[in-house]
């Protein structure tokens, strides 16, 4: 009976910080993303409900992530709280060890686990792909957002644009510098002083109308077509149509120049890489076939290593808690930002190694995971053994 009411003491305990730190660093890492998008997000007369609907999606990507640093964050926070009110010590006296009293919040964490796998292999995959979506929505009803100042953009295939400045309430572009290919390969020039780029969501073209400006056009002459000239005309408003390209049209997402593969579950993932394997082994040297075999192979292998960081996070944050005897947010914010940056930092490491396929995905994927694991049942013997002091 002690030990059923000490279980739901600590599950009561544990709970409440538990969604409340969760939610407080969903918030920032929401915040910190609306920031970051905010000029390319706001002030281009694109509807508030795709705003929100494209934070929603980025927010539901971010919860792997997320669950770790909470665990570890709550876990340090109740176990100091618990040492430095002398609970623990209480609890230790009637012969309940350190590692009893966490196995409720244990079987929590394997629950949270658990549930992450699913959620990531259902539910965020479904989220990435209308991300793609909401993405090619936003781009084509505004091409404008891709127009970066001063810096030749290639819109589509054969095209390429620079500006010298947007207009901040309208959509015009000031001092335009385009350069296309036309029929038979030949270079068309246009340089104008003002236009705008027009969507035209039934046929899937651009318009682009421009004012004031020069086009340079290649024209072939004679029979063979074996020489060339170049017209100029200046004009004071032009109108050209580009046809997108059909690879280019939300239908065709599901390309590898997409990361498509970032949209599959388990199963998918499992049957892309036993496809390229059996089916293309004789490309599979190529670097390109490499890089996307590699990121298929991390893609599967991170379906697993956040759930199992979960609980790695956990068997670290309790002892740590009960070492330090801090409770409180600072000290613990402190200690928890340290391990997780670390962590984050070998991660990011490894993942940039595994794309240039320098070393095997599931090393990569796993290294940080194989660091921590050792160290953290190494801390949880050495605190239920109160054979660990910080002086």
Same mark, same amino acid.
């Given at each position: 009976?002690?030990?059923?009411?000490?279980?739901?003491?600590?599950?009561?305990?544990?709970?409440?910080?538990?969604?409340?730190?969760?939610?407080?660093?969903?918030?920032?890492?929401?915040?910190?993303?609306?920031?970051?998008?905010?000029?390319?997000?706001?002030?281009?007369?694109?509807?508030?409900?795709?705003?929100?609907?494209?934070?929603?999606?980025?927010?539901?990507?971010?919860?792997?992530?997320?669950?770790?640093?909470?665990?570890?964050?709550?876990?340090?926070?109740?176990?100091?709280?618990?040492?430095?009110?002398?609970?623990?010590?209480?609890?230790?006296?009637?012969?309940?060890?350190?590692?009893?009293?966490?196995?409720?919040?244990?079987?929590?964490?394997?629950?949270?686990?658990?549930?992450?796998?699913?959620?990531?292999?259902?539910?965020?995959p479904k989220a990435k792909m209308k991300v793609k979506k909401l993405g090619y929505t936003i781009s084509f009803t505004h091409p404008s957002l891709k127009l970066k100042e001063g810096i030749f953009v290639n819109l589509f295939p054969n095209f390429f644009i620079k500006i010298d400045r947007k207009s901040i309430n309208s959509n015009y572009l000031h001092h335009i510098f385009i350069f296309f290919y036309g029929k038979n390969s030949l270079v068309n020039t246009i340089l104008?002083?003002?236009?705008?780029?027009?969507?035209?969501?039934?046929?899937?073209?651009?318009?682009?109308?421009?004012?004031?400006?020069?086009?340079?056009?290649?024209?072939?002459?004679?029979?063979?077509?074996?020489?060339?000239?170049?017209?100029?005309?200046?004009?004071?408003?032009?109108?050209?149509?580009?046809?997108?390209?059909?690879?280019?049209?939300?239908?065709?997402?599901?390309?590898?120049?997409?990361?498509?593969?970032?949209?599959?579950?388990?199963?998918?993932?499992?049957?892309?890489?036993?496809?390229?394997?059996?089916?293309?082994?004789?490309?599979?040297?190529?670097?390109?076939?490499?890089?996307?075999?590699?990121?298929?192979?991390?893609?599967?292998?991170?379906?697993?290593?956040?759930?199992? %960081?979960?609980?790695?996070?956990?068997?670290?944050?309790?002892?740590?808690?009960?070492?330090?005897?801090?409770?409180?947010?600072?000290?613990? %914010?402190?200690?928890?930002?340290?391990?997780?940056?670390?962590?984050?930092?070998?991660?990011?490491?490894?993942?940039?190694?595994?794309?240039? %396929?320098?070393?095997?995905?599931?090393?990569?994927?796993?290294?940080?995971?194989?660091?921590?694991?050792?160290?953290?049942?190494?801390?949880?013997?050495?605190?239920?053994?109160?054979?660990?002091?910080?002086?």
């Open positions: 009976m002690i030990i059923k009411k000490l279980d739901l003491y600590m599950i009561r305990l544990f709970m409440a910080p538990f969604l409340m730190i969760y939610s407080t660093i969903f918030i920032i890492f929401m915040i910190q993303f609306f920031w970051s998008q905010i000029d390319e997000l706001t002030g281009k007369n694109i509807s508030i409900f795709i705003i929100l609907k494209f934070i929603l999606y980025f927010g539901i990507s971010i919860l792997p992530l997320v669950t770790p640093i909470a665990l570890l964050l709550t876990s340090i926070i109740i176990f100091g709280d618990f040492s430095e009110n002398q609970e623990l010590i209480a609890i230790k006296s009637s012969g309940i060890s350190l590692f009893r009293v966490m196995i409720p919040i244990l079987g929590i964490t394997f629950v949270l686990s658990i549930g992450l796998y699913l959620f990531s292999d259902f539910v965020i104008s002083k003002k236009g705008v780029l027009i969507p035209n969501q039934e046929d899937g073209s651009i318009q682009l109308k421009l004012m004031n400006g020069v086009l340079y056009s290649e024209n072939l002459n004679g029979p063979k077509k074996e020489q060339s000239s170049y017209q100029i005309v200046e004009f004071d408003t032009l109108i050209q149509n580009f046809k997108i390209p059909s690879k280019y049209n939300i239908k065709n997402l599901y390309d590898d120049d997409y990361d498509f593969y970032q949209t599959l579950n388990t199963k998918n993932l499992i049957q892309k890489i036993n496809f390229l394997k059996k089916k293309n082994y004789k490309k599979i040297n190529t670097d390109k076939s490499k890089i996307y075999l590699a990121k298929l192979q991390l893609e599967l292998q991170k379906k697993f290593t956040f759930p199992v %960081t979960c609980i790695i996070m956990f068997l670290t944050g309790a002892p740590l808690g009960a070492i330090i005897r801090k409770g409180g947010i600072g000290y613990p %914010t402190m200690i928890a930002l340290i391990i997780f940056i670390i962590y984050y930092t070998l991660l990011t490491i490894t993942q940039n190694k595994v794309e240039k %396929t320098e070393i095997c995905p599931w090393i990569g994927a796993w290294i940080p995971n194989l660091i921590f694991f050792p160290v953290s049942i190494w801390m949880t013997y050495k605190t239920v053994m109160d054979d660990f002091y910080i002086i």
